[in-house]
């Protein structure tokens, strides 16, 4: 931690990263264009990037196209591939401070965030795929004694991946990582709002030996460039995070294309289930808060609707809005700041928006609801919570995506789950409760692809992530993100008759 003259002064000085990266080079976009990068620290411009359309992406894909097809990264040895991830994990560790305040810049989040979490897990994610990587093995079949069975995994090829700007470098690497230490050459494009860290990641993997063509980045409009990777008939898989239309989209134009594979990481309404049994009340409350506000709400796995047993409902209440004063909006370059920016001026509005609608459908205020910061030109909106919300109302349907937590009181298990289960998402969830049966029965029948049990987001690289009904398809990290980039293929071999041989 230093100060925010420190970072101030940093961003003062640091080379901002701006061109697209293909095939070793760092390019304009084909017609010069760029647009511009605006900061939703102050709402002012930082620099622009390049704007890459379909042509852009013809040339990055042709690219990545040449370098699977010559073999110049998946034939490497393993122990080579290993040492050339391991040192770009190093170099980012080397610049760690420089991409956690492009991250900041980018996206509004506290530099305190950036720098002890956003960037230290894209290293940790990166040096796991890379110790990874000669650990997938193929398998033989149980066979007769005339045949032998077995089979093997390839990389899939040109993997074409559009990311989110809520942790732009963190979720890159859920991506990139496994996709590389398969053999894959990969076209990536960073959402629009956040393309700096991304950019900087293709120049250190440059610098750590990752051939060109391998690792392109393209930057634009998802609407554009993402809509063209998308079609593109020479893209092996598409995988994509972010909102539930957005992968409609991608979906469709899968299916309109070559039928390329889809991964799929969408939204969510999470239930965090508060029963009357709850071990620590407090512990529950701190983390009700952390789910909601922190990364000012724009998470996925954002613990949005509240469920609070009846009994406990009022004194718990009452601790989740005294934690959550605690996140206080301030100066993302600010070390101490522990609240940022929503990351546009659009997400700013839509939030407020959502807010004011909660308030016409009569849910009850009992903390924030305003824009804040308003002088500094910024994109703030202070944590809110509101009581009272019926399992129907907007905000406990639709997905926010900001520091707004839906309170809904329930009464037994039975109603508990229902409310949890009535949704369209199954991304997260979490239940507190001193009761190993009724934890047991919440893991069962919590239709969600991950569920805490007395704790809230204990997400690890390690273990498989992804949601069930539309939050999305597919699954990342652990091992089952590294069988996301591969074809599997099988092979037979007939041992010939004794009599066919003699007759050949």
Request: charged content about 20%.
């Amino acid at each position: 931690m230093t100060s925010l003259a420190h970072f101030e002064k940093l961003a003062g000085a640091i080379k901002l990263p701006h061109q697209a990266i293909i095939e070793g080079r760092l390019v304009a976009s084909s017609t010069g264009a760029t647009f511009d990068n605006i900061s939703p620290r102050n709402g002012q411009v930082i620099n622009q990037i390049a704007l890459c359309g379909e042509a852009d992406v013809d040339t990055a894909v042709a690219s990545a196209r040449r370098a699977f097809e010559d073999q110049r990264w998946r034939k490497l040895h393993y122990r080579d591939k290993k040492r050339i991830m391991f040192r770009l994990a190093d170099l980012m560790e080397r610049d760690l401070e420089a991409i956690a305040l492009l991250e900041t810049l980018d996206s509004g989040k506290p530099i305190r965030d950036t720098t002890a979490f956003d960037v230290p897990s894209a290293i940790r994610s990166l040096r796991y795929y890379a110790e990874a990587l000669d650990k997938v093995h193929g398998e033989v079949g149980p066979e007769t004694s005339d045949r032998f069975s077995y089979a093997v995994h390839e990389p899939l090829g040109v993997i074409a991946a559009i990311m989110p700007w809520n942790f732009p470098l963190h979720l890159t690497m859920w991506k990139v990582a496994p996709a590389l230490a398969m053999g894959n050459s990969i076209v990536l494009k960073p959402a629009e709002l956040t393309s700096m860290s991304a950019l900087k990641l293709g120049e250190l993997a440059l610098e750590a030996g990752v051939p060109p063509g391998v690792l392109n980045v393209i930057t634009g409009k998802g609407s554009v460039a993402g809509k063209a990777m998308a079609l593109h008939m020479d893209v092996d898989m598409l995988t994509f995070t972010g909102s539930g239309p957005v992968g409609r989209m991608l979906m469709k134009y899968s299916a309109d294309s070559n039928l390329k594979r889809v991964s799929l990481e969408l939204g969510g309404k999470s239930p965090h289930i508060v029963f009357k049994d709850c071990p620590d009340l407090d512990a529950a409350a701190a983390h009700a808060a952390f789910g909601i506000f922190y990364n000012q709400g724009e998470v996925c796995t954002a613990g949005s609707r509240l469920l609070v047993e009846a009994e406990v409902h009022d004194k718990f209440l009452e601790k989740v809005v005294a934690a959550g004063k605690g996140f206080v909006a301030g100066d993302p370059l600010e070390p101490k700041t522990n609240f940022g920016a929503m990351v546009s001026e659009v997400q700013m509005k839509s939030v407020l928006g959502y807010i004011d609608t909660a308030k016409q459908d009569g849910a009850a205020l009992a903390l924030g609801g305003n824009r804040v910061r308003a002088e500094t030109g910024g994109y703030f909106v202070e944590p809110t919570v509101f009581d009272g919300v019926m399992p129907d109302a907007t905000i406990a349907k639709e997905e926010i995506f900001g520091p707004v937590l839906a309170v809904t009181t329930f009464r037994g298990a039975d109603q508990a789950l229902k409310i949890a289960n009535d949704t369209i998402f199954g991304l997260a969830s979490g239940a507190w409760t001193s009761d190993m049966t009724l934890a047991h029965r919440c893991a069962r029948e919590l239709k969600a692809g991950l569920v805490w049990i007395n704790g809230w987001d204990a997400c690890d690289i390690t273990m498989p992530f992804g949601g069930f009904k539309q939050s999305g398809v597919g699954r990342e990290g652990g091992v089952e993100g590294l069988k996301t980039c591969l074809e599997t293929k099988t092979i037979m071999l007939d041992q010939m008759p004794a009599e066919l041989e003699l007759s050949v």
